[in-house]
């Protein structure tokens, strides 16, 4: 069997890392399986990705509200880049699927989704979308999918009533995360909490290190009375990482930072808290380690609908103020009951098995199709 995984870098790390956990569940309930995971953008044009991802990034970081204001009118806008994107990307793809001749294809991100419905058309290859955020987005919908695969209940029902897509195309499974994740998950509610001594406050602007993370720990040295250790994850940002080693020596609360983390689990399963702004996969993780969540900065758009989606669900702080931040971290370090409940609402929503489920769902309806041919 033939699996292609196409996933982008654009707007971070996360869809990679979501394809990278299903290609791993895969391999490891299929052995026999030759899994490809390549950027569709990267194939077709790399000018064109580089642009795209240039263009984003100048909208989030310079016009958020205008970012916000497009996904306030999502479907208007999914539908034109998608007719654009596809006459683009699917004359420019047809020779590599002609050499690769898959028998699925599993979509981590939006990008190029209507050209693998166009290819799917010619090829007959199967096709799979797996959402990386809590709450629909228009750009991923198209009847051509096979599987799709949901945080949630209510994101199942979304698909359902109001994009019409057939119930029994879609699967809730959550998103997927590495499997060392799934390791020792229900663990007891007291597991990863080591205030007795310190309380370590992991801070994380998914891999671009985005999220305001300088004023973050500027305004938490104004808790030095209390047992604080500051752990700071930058991604991919070199100048971030190199402005924060230089705040090291003279931070008022002990202070370490790393680059790109692949090993996440062991630093969140340390944390008694994690700052963050919402991202799909980081919240993922945070749930799958019942690690409490303050959410800062979130980036307009999907981001802030996965904020919705959390409150809802008591799973999570949002704060909109360094001030409300501080009160929040003193808060919880102050009311062990509190904190308690919180990762217990967290525990309820995780779904840390995600990437080998969607792998076994995907492997029993491949071989059932086989049989009946």
Not at 22 to 36: F, S
Request: charged content about 20%; some cysteine; hydrophobic content about 45%.
């Amino acid at each position: 069997m033939k699996i292609l995984i196409v996933t982008e870098t654009i707007g971070g790390k996360g869809h990679e890392k979501a394809a990278q956990s299903v290609a791993e569940a895969l391999r490891k309930l299929e052995a026999g399986c030759t899994i490809t995971q390549v950027s569709l953008l990267a194939i077709a044009s790399k000018s064109i990705e580089r642009l795209l991802r240039f263009v984003y990034m100048a909208i989030i970081k310079r016009f958020p509200a205008l970012w916000r204001w497009m996904y306030q009118r999502e479907s208007g806008f999914a539908f034109l880049f998608k007719q654009l994107i596809a006459r683009i990307l699917a004359s420019r793809l047809r020779s590599f699927f002609n050499d690769e001749k898959p028998d699925l294809v599993i979509a981590t991100h939006a990008a190029g989704l209507v050209a693998l419905a166009r290819l799917k058309e010619e090829k007959g290859f199967n096709l799979a979308v797996i959402f990386t955020d809590f709450q629909v987005n228009s750009f991923w919908i198209n009847q051509q999918v096979d599987y799709y695969f949901v945080a949630h209940g209510q994101f199942k029902e979304s698909l359902v009533n109001k994009y019409g897509i057939a119930r029994e195309k879609v699967f809730i499974t959550g998103i997927p995360i590495n499997q060392d994740f799934a390791k020792n998950s229900g663990l007891s509610l007291n597991s990863n909490n080591s205030r007795i001594n310190h309380f370590n406050i992991l801070i994380m602007g998914g891999g671009l290190g985005l999220g305001g993370i300088k004023e973050i720990i500027d305004s938490l040295n104004k808790l030095v009375f209390l047992p604080i250790r500051i752990t700071v994850v930058t991604g991919t940002n070199s100048k971030l990482f190199l402005e924060i080693r230089k705040l090291q020596e003279k931070n008022a609360i002990p202070l370490r930072v790393f680059r790109y983390v692949e090993s996440i689990h062991l630093l969140l399963r340390e944390s008694d808290l994690l700052i963050t702004k919402a991202g799909g996969l980081t919240i993922s993780e945070a749930l799958a380690t019942a690690t409490p969540i303050l959410i800062y900065k979130p980036i307009p758009g999907q981001e802030e609908r996965n904020v919705a989606f959390l409150l809802k669900a008591k799973a999570a702080i949002r704060v909109n103020s360094l001030e409300y931040l501080v009160y929040w971290v003193q808060y919880l370090y102050s009311h062990p009951a509190v904190y308690q409940k919180l990762r217990y609402r967290e525990q309820l929503i995780a779904k840390p098995n995600a990437a080998r489920n969607i792998a076994e769902v995907l492997l029993e309806g491949i071989y059932h199709q086989a049989a009946e041919k």
